[in-house]
């Protein structure tokens, strides 16, 4: 057994971030002690509280303006981490997270990369920040180069980076912060072993996720509208969003409801229980995923493995997850592409059967252990 520290900036929603960072330390044949600056019990998923090893290091703001984020880089370069007796930190990045290598890396560095940070390295998520944010667009303009630059030096310490998507993979290679023989791709899995499929298929979409903006939720609510107003059994059915909002995530929130126009078959679910969600996958006939621009993403393979299609825009991790016309439709992200869709699943209950039976089939190739041993397998090999 190996003893293996893991840096993680700021454990405080219930992202796939903080699923993959239980995951590993739950079925790793290794010892894993968690290093953060920042951890919100109450915010988190619960399984967190009856983890032992996690050590607190100097608190971090989780707001993700310029001058917080300046803080936050500023600490976490500076910090370093108790390591001795350790065989290996393996640092989950999603960015900042990288510049913990400057002062820590002595014992092997290992990378798993989320994502880039995003208004620097993604395009698409770029020109949605801009438009919600213009102000944005000069101190932006002038830190990205520079960020650019420090993050090059960070990555020069790690021994193997793996990511969780093509998608990132691209990211990486486009940035040239590494070597492409010293990047793997190992995708985040699903818990298959808690799921049980009913197969049953009520007159519901379902959007899970985080409320915030960067989920695209807007969409789901445009072209629910839109198949209210085209399909002609439409008071039948309802959209129900379920998810977690934080304290930045409440303004996004009021704009949802209010594009919602008071719909009384558009329901928000929040806070949903881990029973609730079981409950409202099971139920629901398809999900709904309209993130721009999601470098892998968890909730699609959550619903496929309870057997439902998914209806994802056709960029990013979903077009890796997602198979087009067999466990879903992949589209573009516009509401009446979307609400087309809807109206042809309610119209064709047996293709979502269908749909719902190759979904199963495609989620159990994603099983989080073997995720997890092929981070143990390198670990023991390499360190």
């Known amino acids: 057994m190996k003893r293996v520290a893991l840096y993680y900036p700021w454990i405080y929603v219930q992202s796939g971030v903080e699923r993959s960072i239980l995951e590993i330390v739950r079925r790793s044949r290794h010892r894993y002690t968690i290093f953060t600056n920042h951890y919100d019990r109450e ?11 996690l050590v607190l290091l100097r608190r971090i703001a989780v707001q993700r303006s310029f001058s917080q984020t300046l803080k936050a880089v ?11 007796g350790f065989d290996a930190l393996l640092v989950h990045s999603e960015g900042l997270g990288d510049f913990i290598t400057l002062r820590n890396h002595h014992q092997p560095v290992i990378c798993y990369c989320h994502s880039l940070v995003r208004p620097v390295y993604d395009s698409v998520y770029r020109e949605a920040l801009l438009r919600r944010k213009p102000r944005y667009r000069l101190p932006l303009a002038c830190l990205a180069p520079i960020y650019r630059l420090a993050t090059r030096v960070a990555w020069r310490h790690y021994a193997r980076v793996f990511v969780n998507s093509e998608e990132t993979r691209r990211h990486v290679a486009t940035a040239r912060l590494c070597p492409s023989d010293q990047v793997e791709i190992l995708h985040p899995g699903v818990a298959l072993e808690r799921i049980r499929p009913s197969f049953g298929y009520e007159r519901f ?4 996720g985080r409320i915030k903006w960067t989920k695209n939720i807007e ?26 909002v934080d304290r930045h995530g409440h303004a996004y929130l009021d704009e ?16 949903p229980s881990a029973v609730e969600l079981d409950d409202l996958y099971n139920r629901c006939s398809a999900l709904l995923f309209p993130a721009a621009s999601e470098p892998w993403g968890i909730v ?8 439902k299609p998914v209806l994802a825009v056709n960029r990013g991790g979903p077009t890796e997850s997602v198979v087009d016309g067999e466990t ?3 589209l573009d992200p516009t509401p009446p592409v979307f609400a087309g869709k809807m109206a042809y699943l309610a119209d064709h209950p047996e293709q979502v059967r269908e749909m719902g039976r190759k979904a199963v089939e495609r989620a159990s190739l994603y099983p989080w252990d073997h995720f997890v041993d092929r981070l143990d397998d390198y670990v023991e090999q390499h360190c």
């Open 300 to 307: 699609p393979l959550e619903a496929m493995a309870y057997g």
């Open 43 to 53: 915010q988190t998923f619960p399984d967190f509280a009856e983890i032992k090893d």
């Open 219 to 244: 969409l789901a609510v445009r072209a629910f509208l839109e198949f209210k107003n085209t399909y002609a059994r439409a008071s039948e059915w309802k959209l129900v969003i379920a998810g977690d």
């Open 256 to 271: 949802l409801r209010a594009l919602s126009r008071s719909e009384p078959t558009i329901e928000f679910r929040m806070a």
């Open 328 to 330: 879903g439709f992949l």
């Open 205 to 208: 979409f379902l959007h899970v």
């Open 74 to 84: 500023r600490t976490i370069y500076r910090q370093r981490l108790a390591l001795d």
